[in-house]
């Protein structure tokens, strides 16, 4: 080419829990089932969409209005309810104009760190979601800044790691959180949430909080939305039905904007997101025209209940499972459908040399034999050659832990199996196959 045409941010932009599917899927053609243990959709993991969502979703195909464009910002009717279910609970108040419809959160998270002025940045937890760390690291052009999630403390944030970061790096401008957080499922404490609320109004940023699991946290009452615990500090919140509908093929997300009139140059951020969105014209329109119908219907409550417990227990069965196999950590989660497990420091051998050969797990199938020891043959990382012995041995296909954004060595896993005696192999599986690789008996 003429000139150098890629962005210096490409190299930045990386997605594991889709990344690792062409390996599985080359296993899955060398003959061995795959179990698909490494992305948050539950429909395709069997769960069956409640008929009377369906119905209104089907008569709501009806309106030909539809079919249609919408503003810009989404439906206002359906602005106008969500503005008015938040102002329904203690915390910050917001208009319909302080909400704006994308398609899906990950069109949301590529504006708002796209449109930040390129010499800021936005410090995020460790592990990390793919999607925020990638997009923020493309933005800059550098990697992504984080803070440190603890596992050996249920994955709370270290805020001293959080502090001094921001101290000593002035051009972090905004704290993102995830909460419940992914890939952990980790629940903020609203105590840690105030903390943090402080050291941002400390030192001027902004909050960004991923909320799209927010109410399917285990525990409501341990559950905190920013909007609750805000007060002045300008921040977003980002919410979905994706995961709590659940309805991941709608792409329909969207922002609430707290505070944006207490500082002129986030009001300028904010308006720079929203003329981006005006670019796009608007937002698909079925997804939006139905939440309002669907979420003050009777059957929602029960059905996020139903929803919360199911997860719960899962979460129950896969900590039991866990939590005496040697070499691991792996703290109960406490939101959303997910389960982080660490190996413990040590235990793994190194991506290279005579060590690393030790850790094998016996695959019968020989061509996904051969072709796991050709993928591992010239040094991964430790967590990845475990997670590829996982899948050749057992076909049960999770995400290397550092395919989010960390220095730990482990994997995530879901809870989202809908066959109970299924989930339980699975979970019996990965923990007698650690003991296999580790050599720890059992």
């Given at each position: ?283 698909t329109t079925l997804p939006q025209s139905v939440i309002p119908l669907i979420m003050s219907d009777p059957r929602y409550e029960s059905h996020l209940k139903e929803r919360r417990n199911f997860y719960k227990k899962r979460a129950d069965k896969a ?86 954004n960390c220095n730990l060595l482990g994997f995530r896993a879901t809870l989202l199996e809908a066959d109970e005696d299924k989930f339980e192999w699975i979970y019996n599986t990965i923990a007698q196959k650690i003991k296999e690789y580790l050599c720890?008996?059992?």
């Amino acid at each position: 080419m003429r000139n150098n045409i890629v962005h210096q941010g490409a190299g930045e932009l990386t997605y594991e829990i889709r990344g690792i599917v062409d390996i599985a899927e080359k296993i899955k053609s060398l003959g061995q089932e795959i179990y698909w243990e490494n992305i948050g959709d539950p429909v395709a993991n069997g769960y069956q969409i409640p008929e009377w969502i369906k119905d209104i979703v089907k008569k709501a195909i009806d309106n030909n209005k539809t079919f249609a464009y919408n503003p810009t910002k989404g439906l206002l009717s359906t602005r106008e309810f969500l503005a008015e279910k938040r102002n329904s609970k203690n915390g910050a108040k917001i208009t319909a104009d302080d909400i704006c419809f994308f398609n899906g959160l990950g069109d949301a998270i590529s504006k708002i760190y796209t449109y930040l002025r390129k010499e800021t940045r936005v410090i995020g937890p460790s592990p990390a979601y793919s999607t925020h760390s990638s997009a923020e690291a493309a933005h800059a052009g550098y990697p992504h800044i984080t803070y440190n999630l603890l596992p050996e403390k249920n994955w709370l944030p270290d805020l001293k790691d959080l502090e001094n970061k921001i101290k000593y790096n002035p051009a972090i401008s905004g704290i993102l959180i995830i909460n419940p957080d992914n890939p952990t499922g980790m629940v903020y404490p609203r105590k840690v949430l105030e903390q943090i609320i402080s050291l941002a109004k400390k030192y001027d940023l902004f909050l960004i909080s991923d909320e799209v699991y927010c109410n399917i946290a285990h525990n409501m009452k341990k559950m905190t939305t920013l909007a609750e615990v805000i007060g002045d500090v300008p921040g977003i919140a980002m919410k979905g039905i994706s995961k709590e509908f659940p309805w991941p093929g709608s792409r329909c997300g969207w922002i609430e904007i707290y505070n944006k009139e207490k500082d002129g140059i986030f009001a300028k951020y904010v308006k720079s997101i929203m003329d981006a969105k005006m670019l796009e014209v608007c937002s698909t329109t079925l997804p939006q025209s139905v939440i309002p119908l669907i979420m003050s219907d009777p059957r929602y409550e029960s059905h996020l209940k139903e929803r919360r417990n199911f997860y719960k227990k899962r979460a129950d069965k896969a900590f039991k499972i866990l939590k005496n196999v040697p070499g691991i950590i792996s703290p109960k989660t406490a939101g959303a459908f997910y389960v982080s497990v660490v190996f413990k420091d040590g235990v793994l051998s190194l991506p290279t040399g005579q060590a690393g050969d030790k850790q094998k797990l016996e695959i019968k199938n020989a061509k996904v034999r051969k072709f796991i020891e050709e993928k591992t043959a010239n040094g991964i990382a430790p967590d990845k050659r475990f997670v590829y012995y996982l899948m050749g041995a057992t076909g049960i296909c999770v995400v290397p832990l550092t395919g989010f954004n960390c220095n730990l060595l482990g994997f995530r896993a879901t809870l989202l199996e809908a066959d109970e005696d299924k989930f339980e192999w699975i979970y019996n599986t990965i923990a007698q196959k650690i003991k296999e690789y580790l050599c720890v008996g059992g």
